[in-house]
C-alpha cells in the first residue's frame, strides 16, 4: 500500500474521541479494512470507487460518505490524486447521542441507513462542523456542532421539538446564568445539560428556541459585548483574550472579527 506525507492525522482539539483525517492532494489507496468508530467525511476533490460490504459507488467532489463501526469498506481514487476530510467518532458516543435524539433508552447504536449521500447541504455542514473541530479548543462549541451534525443522520426534528415546547424556560435560564457569571469559564455541554436537567440535545434545541443561539454561541457573543468594554478601558488584546477564556489571542481576534468586521487592535484605535 502506497504512503504518501499529504495524508494528515490528529485528534479533536476540544474532543478527544473524534479523530480528523485530512488528505490533500494524495495517492494513498486502502485496502478493504474496516473501523471500530462511525467514520464520515467529504469529498473534495477528484472521483473515487467506493466499496462497503456488498455494494460498489463512484463518489464525487461534495459527496458525503458514511461508514458504520466494523463495515469493510475501501474507497480509492480513479485518478492519481484526490482530496478528502473524514472523522472518525468513537461508537459509545454516538449511542448516548442517538439515545438523546430518540429520547429513549438503547442499548445498542443505530447504524447509517445509506452509504454515501450527494446532497449539497450536507458538504456544507460538513465544512462548518470540521472547520471547529480543528480551530477550537472549547469542548462546549465542538460538541454543539457535531450533536447538530448527527442530527441530520439519526435525528427525529420534529418529535424532539414538540418536546423542548413543553419544557420550562427556567431551565436554560439557569444555564445563561452560569454562562454569564463565569464567563470566562469553558463549561462541557455535558455539565450545562445536567444542571438544566435536559440532555445535551434538548439543551441545543431550547437555547436556540429562548434565546436564538446556542449555549456556546451566546457565551461567545456576551465575551465580544464585554471584550469591546475592555479594550475602550484601555485593556491589551492579549489581557482581555486571557480575561474572557479565549483559548489564545488568534481564537480571541479571530470571533471578534468574525462580529464586527474589524479586529481588536482596529476597534480600540477608535477610542484609545
Same mark, same amino acid.
Given at each position: 500500500?502506497?504512503?504518501d506525507?499529504?495524508v494528515?492525522l490528529? #485528534?479533536c482539539?476540544?474532543l478527544?474521541?473524534?479523530?480528523v483525517?485530512?488528505a490533500?492532494?494524495?495517492s494513498?489507496?486502502?485496502h478493504? +479494512?474496516?473501523?471500530?468508530e462511525?467514520?464520515?467525511? $467529504?469529498?473534495?476533490n477528484g #472521483?473515487?470507487?467506493?466499496?462497503?460490504r @456488498?455494494?460498489? +459507488?463512484?463518489?464525487?467532489?461534495?459527496? #458525503? &460518505?458514511?461508514?458504520?463501526?466494523g463495515?469493510v469498506?475501501?474507497?480509492n481514487?480513479d485518478? =492519481?490524486?484526490? =482530496?478528502?476530510?473524514?472523522?472518525?467518532?468513537d461508537?459509545?458516543w454516538?449511542?448516548?447521542? *442517538?439515545?438523546?435524539?430518540?429520547? @429513549?433508552?438503547? #442499548?445498542?447504536?443505530?447504524?447509517?441507513? !445509506?452509504?454515501?449521500?450527494?446532497e449539497?447541504?450536507l458538504?456544507?455542514?460538513?465544512? %462548518?462542523l470540521?472547520? &471547529?473541530l480543528?480551530?477550537d $479548543?472549547n469542548?462546549?462549541?465542538?460538541?454543539?456542532?457535531?450533536l447538530?451534525?448527527?442530527q441530520?443522520?439519526f435525528? !427525529?426534528?420534529? *418529535?424532539?421539538?414538540?418536546?423542548? !415546547?413543553k419544557? %420550562?424556560?427556567?431551565? &436554560?435560564?439557569? &444555564?445563561?446564568? @452560569?454562562?454569564?457569571?463565569q464567563l470566562?469559564t469553558?463549561? =462541557?455541554l +455535558?455539565?450545562? %445539560?445536567?444542571?438544566?436537567?435536559l =440532555?445535551?440535545?434538548?439543551?441545543i434545541?431550547?437555547?436556540?428556541?429562548?434565546?436564538?443561539?446556542?449555549?456556546?454561541?451566546? *457565551?461567545?457573543?456576551e465575551?465580544?459585548k464585554r471584550?469591546?468594554?475592555?479594550l475602550k *478601558?484601555?485593556?491589551?488584546?492579549a489581557?482581555?483574550?486571557?480575561?474572557?477564556?479565549?483559548a489564545? !489571542?488568534?481564537?480571541?481576534?479571530?470571533?471578534?472579527?468574525?462580529?464586527?468586521a474589524?479586529?481588536?487592535k482596529q476597534?480600540q484605535?477608535?477610542?484609545?
Amino acid at each position: 500500500m502506497k504512503q504518501d506525507s499529504s495524508v494528515y492525522l490528529s #485528534t479533536c482539539k476540544g474532543l478527544p474521541f473524534v479523530e480528523v483525517r485530512t488528505a490533500l492532494n494524495s495517492s494513498v489507496c486502502y485496502h478493504t +479494512h474496516s473501523h471500530d468508530e462511525f467514520s464520515f467525511g $467529504v469529498i473534495d476533490n477528484g #472521483t473515487a470507487k467506493y466499496k462497503n460490504r @456488498k455494494s460498489t +459507488h463512484r463518489v464525487y467532489r461534495t459527496d #458525503t &460518505v458514511t461508514i458504520n463501526p466494523g463495515d469493510v469498506h475501501s474507497c480509492n481514487p480513479d485518478s =492519481s490524486e484526490w =482530496s478528502y476530510r473524514m472523522l472518525f467518532v468513537d461508537t459509545a458516543w454516538i449511542g448516548s447521542a *442517538q439515545a438523546e435524539l430518540c429520547e @429513549k433508552h438503547i #442499548t445498542d447504536y443505530q447504524g447509517f441507513l !445509506q452509504d454515501y449521500e450527494s446532497e449539497k447541504a450536507l458538504f456544507t455542514r460538513f465544512n %462548518a462542523l470540521y472547520n &471547529v473541530l480543528i480551530q477550537d $479548543v472549547n469542548p462546549l462549541a465542538a460538541e454543539t456542532y457535531l450533536l447538530q451534525y448527527i442530527q441530520r443522520w439519526f435525528g !427525529q426534528e420534529d *418529535q424532539a421539538a414538540a418536546t423542548c !415546547q413543553k419544557i %420550562a424556560s427556567s431551565c &436554560v435560564h439557569r &444555564v445563561r446564568e @452560569k454562562l454569564f457569571d463565569q464567563l470566562a469559564t469553558n463549561h =462541557s455541554l +455535558h455539565d450545562l %445539560a445536567m444542571d438544566a436537567g435536559l =440532555s445535551r440535545y434538548h439543551l441545543i434545541r431550547k437555547f436556540k428556541e429562548v434565546y436564538g443561539l446556542s449555549p456556546h454561541a451566546l *457565551q461567545i457573543d456576551e465575551r465580544i459585548k464585554r471584550a469591546k468594554k475592555l479594550l475602550k *478601558q484601555g485593556e491589551t488584546i492579549a489581557d482581555a483574550s486571557a480575561q474572557l477564556g479565549f483559548a489564545d !489571542q488568534a481564537h480571541f481576534q479571530r470571533n471578534f472579527k468574525k462580529r464586527l468586521a474589524i479586529t481588536p487592535k482596529q476597534y480600540q484605535s477608535f477610542f484609545i
